[in-house]
């Protein structure tokens, strides 16, 4: 298990809940460790992906009702993780070593959230989730070799709009970035009042200018909307930390214009967007982020990426991080 109380006492995001629905199951790999994710009954439940019995994947098994069968020799588990059937043995009663090691799990906002430790921590709020005057669309998982602060630092910069992602979120001729502000507290970290001139931020073709406040929750999750007169948009990405340099990205995008569109095509922005980004993202190096502000060069518009920094070091977070 990886030294890190931080990440380990937090929720991270696995998958959609709905891909429980076929086989009631599914694997995913967190922080190092392999994970099975099953439904007993009413129940989401991670477990670590292991037979005790001879070390299978019981990811590759069958549920049936509340319990989950191991593929190899049939060994079955009750809902607690208690082996409760040898069929080799069937009147024998499994010894109480024969417990497979539980997690926490949770849904919300149609994920579900996987705590390898003792939570520690809130799930991160979203403002928009209730509100059914916004669309919501699911996007990726994008996978990135790469450090998942590496990833949030990426979402939070606007800098590289008008370079990376050229007259989509930004354009060559204003990459100037105004001054904005920065805020930690117990709420984690809120930059609010940046300005961008975007080529066409809300689907009309219009260009204008738009305000984005962004907010980090938690280490490996963070949020933008972004304002203009009438329309919002708003993004919360989730990074799943699989290595310290193998991540997913999930981001559900909500919005209260663009009804016309539908739902594969902004998939499809959302999904060049991160396309983009990949290449940059994968070719930093360090790889792991730096903590120490000495160890790269910051602009007084990186000032949201430098309060993230100072924060996951006070923090303590080490898995990602250098
Ligand atoms: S390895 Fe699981 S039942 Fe034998
Ligand atoms: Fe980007």
Redesign the pocket.
């Known amino acids: 298990m990886i030294n890190d109380p931080v990440l380990l006492n937090d929720w991270h995001v696995v998958g959609p809940v709905n891909a429980l629905d076929e086989s009631g199951m599914m694997s995913a790999r967190l922080l190092g460790e392999d994970i099975v994710i099953w439904r007993a009954g009413e129940q989401v439940l991670a477990w670590q992906d292991l037979?005790l019995?001879?070390?299978?994947k019981l990811s590759l098994g069958e549920v049936h009702g509340e319990t989950l069968m191991?593929p190899?020799?049939?060994?079955t588990y009750g809902s607690q993780g208690q082996c409760v059937l040898m069929p080799a043995h069937p009147q024998q009663k499994p010894p109480t070593k024969a417990r497979v090691k539980t997690y926490h799990a949770c849904v919300a906002y149609d994920l579900v959230w996987v705590c390898l430790g003792e939570p520690g921590y809130d799930l991160p709020p979203f403002p928009e989730w209730d509100d059914s005057t916004f669309r919501r669309i699911l996007c990726g998982p994008y996978t990135f070799k790469a450090a998942g602060p590496r990833m949030v630092e990426n979402f939070l910069d606007v800098a590289h709009f008008p370079f990376v992602h050229e007259n989509i979120l930004g354009v060559r001729d204003r990459p100037e970035i105004a001054e904005y502000d920065v805020v930690t507290d117990e709420t984690g970290i809120t930059a609010s009042d940046i300005d961008v001139f975007q080529p066409n931020p809300d689907g009309t073709g219009e260009a204008k200018t738009v305000t984005y406040t962004y907010k980090v929750f938690r280490p490996l999750v963070a949020y933008f909307k972004k304002e203009s007169t009438g329309p919002r948009f708003a993004i919360i990405m989730m990074v799943t930390p699989i290595e310290e340099t193998l991540s997913l990205m999930w981001m559900w995008m909500v919005m209260n214009h663009s009804y016309e569109k539908s739902e594969e095509e902004l998939r499809a922005f959302q999904d060049e967007i991160a396309l983009q980004d990949l290449p940059i993202v994968e070719s930093q190096r360090p790889e792991l982020l730096p903590l120490d502000l000495q160890a790269e060069l910051h602009l007084r518009s990186d000032r949201t990426a430098i309060a993230y920094r100072r924060w996951l070091n006070d923090l303590g977070v080490t898995f990602g991080t250098a």
């Open positions: 037979c019995h001879r070390g299978s191991c190899y020799h049939g060994w």
